[in-house]
């Protein structure tokens, strides 16, 4: 079956620690996408990545990095300078040749920083 | 900018009530519109979409209509169960103003719906 898969389904980190998320998808798609959901404010787009060894900053990318060595792969890295990373993450992705830009999204991670 | 504004959540029903989720939106040319939901502790998934004015989206008993005029996708359902509570988010996809939109969604805030038997 074809999707998205995000690991691990819950994280804990201690404050001043780096944090990877995985995100692999087996779906072909071109572009993927990394959203942060915090309770009440919908879900922010962090970065996204149209093609590989491509990426683009969204809305508040500041403290975050990734990387998009592989169609498959788009991890993101929460680095120390977040300053608040308690979150659910969410990854996306989607077909380019979509006009329509229909996303499917992956089940989620939720980070807990101690 | 581009921007989606749902009705206060949350929203309490009985079973077999009637389901409105009021969503507008402010947009540059022409967007698509999306419903997704997502239920406890899960990702997110497409409940129904329309992709241009006057089109209605349909899925598992929801529906929403593309109102151009109003600016509005408005998400209804005759008759809910249980098994719809969930959060329900209304987004939207539209070219910024170099007329490119690389496939970004604009999201509202989500609505909280809780159904009781």
């Known amino acids: 079956d074809g999707g998205i898969t995000q690991s691990p389904k819950y994280l804990f980190r201690k404050e001043g620690q780096n944090v990877t998320l995985s995100c692999e998808q087996n779906l072909n798609h071109d572009a993927m996408y990394w959203y942060r959901q915090d309770p009440g404010q919908g879900l922010r787009l962090i970065y996204y990545?149209?093609?590989?060894?491509?990426?683009q900053k969204g809305d508040i990318a500041e403290g975050y990095s990734v990387s998009r060595e592989k169609k498959e792969s788009f991890p993101l890295t929460v680095t120390s300078a977040q300053k608040n990373p308690t979150a659910f993450y969410l990854c996306a992705s989607r077909r380019s040749t979509d006009s329509y830009n229909e996303q499917f999204f992956g089940p989620g991670t939720r980070l807990t920083v101690l | 900018g581009n921007s989606v504004t749902q009705m206060e959540g949350p929203v309490t029903l009985s079973e077999e009530a009637f389901l409105t989720i009021n969503c507008t939106y402010t947009a540059t040319g022409y967007p698509s519109l999306f419903w997704y939901v997502q239920y406890p502790g899960e990702g997110l998934q497409l409940l129904l979409k329309a992709t241009k004015a006057d089109d209605k989206g349909s899925n598992k008993g929801f529906e929403a209509t593309y109102r151009k005029e109003t600016t509005s996708f408005h998400l209804e359902k005759g008759s809910v169960q249980v098994s719809d509570s969930a959060v329900y988010f209304c987004a939207l996809s539209a070219p910024n103003a170099g007329g490119t939109s690389y496939g970004k969604l604009t999201f509202g805030q989500g609505t909280i719906l809780t159904v009781h038997p």
């Open positions: 990545s149209q093609i590989v060894n491509d990426f």
